[in-house]
């Protein structure tokens, strides 16, 4: 019997695929001011040359959005790559 076999490994990849989402979603909704701000400059930095090009609000909805899609996707993947199976009577 081995120690680890090809279904599990399987099922750690669908857990991960269904929790890291959500975990990086709420990190962008509940981050702090400071921490956005950061994040605006590093990104603006990096793509546009300057560190204020995009204003902080704006940003900050953004991330709000961004991180919403990746709650609703994680919901979305969990549902099918854990649940359903589970739930389907053949």
Do not use: H
Request: hydrophobic share 60%; proline share 3%; charged share 15%.
């Amino acid at each position: 019997m081995s120690l680890l076999n090809i279904d599990f490994a399987i099922l750690i990849i669908k857990i991960v695929i269904c929790t890291l989402p959500a975990v990086f979603g709420i990190s962008m909704i509940v981050s702090t001011e400071e921490s956005k701000q950061e994040l605006r400059d590093k990104f603006c930095g990096i793509v546009f040359g300057v560190y204020n090009a995009i204003p902080y609000g704006k940003f900050a909805l953004m991330m709000a959005v961004f991180g919403s899609l990746m709650i609703a996707f994680s919901l979305v993947s969990t549902w099918f790559l854990l649940l359903r199976p589970m739930l389907l009577v053949e």
